[in-house]
């Protein structure tokens, strides 16, 4: 089983920048995908940006190269770096681990942006 340890969120001003993180413990195979997604109040639960183990990517359309997802191996752990943030990325961000023993979900960081 795969544990999921989250961090960074916060209150940020509009422009500002935030970087989380997320630390993978217990059985984490070497090949696995590890991502970050968002939730807005109303709104349905949406890819940001994933991340293999060999290091390829996938970002969200809609963030116009604004975060950068990255990771270190070593220590099983993602990052996301958001800058210039806006009002409308405020959400509960929640890390995600895939492998082929299944899917784990963090607790969830909330991130607020404020105008």
């Known amino acids: 089983q795969v544990q999921l340890v989250e961090s960074g969120g916060g209150l940020v001003q509009a422009g500002g920048s935030l970087r989380l993180s997320c630390a993978a413990s217990?059985?984490?195979?070497?090949?696995?995908?590890m991502g970050w997604y968002r939730q807005a109040p109303g709104k349905d639960r949406e890819l940001v940006a994933s991340?293999?183990?060999?290091?390829?990517?996938n970002y969200a359309d809609s963030l116009e190269g604004r975060f950068t997802i990255s990771r270190d191996n070593a220590k099983n752990t993602v990052y996301l770096q958001m800058n210039i943030l806006k009002p409308e990325d405020t959400a509960v961000y929640y890390c995600n681990f895939r492998s082929s023993l299944g899917n784990v979900w963090g607790q969830g960081t909330q991130v607020t942006v404020s105008s």
């Open positions: 217990g059985s984490v195979l070497r090949v696995n995908n």
């Open positions: 991340i293999t183990s060999g290091g390829s990517t």
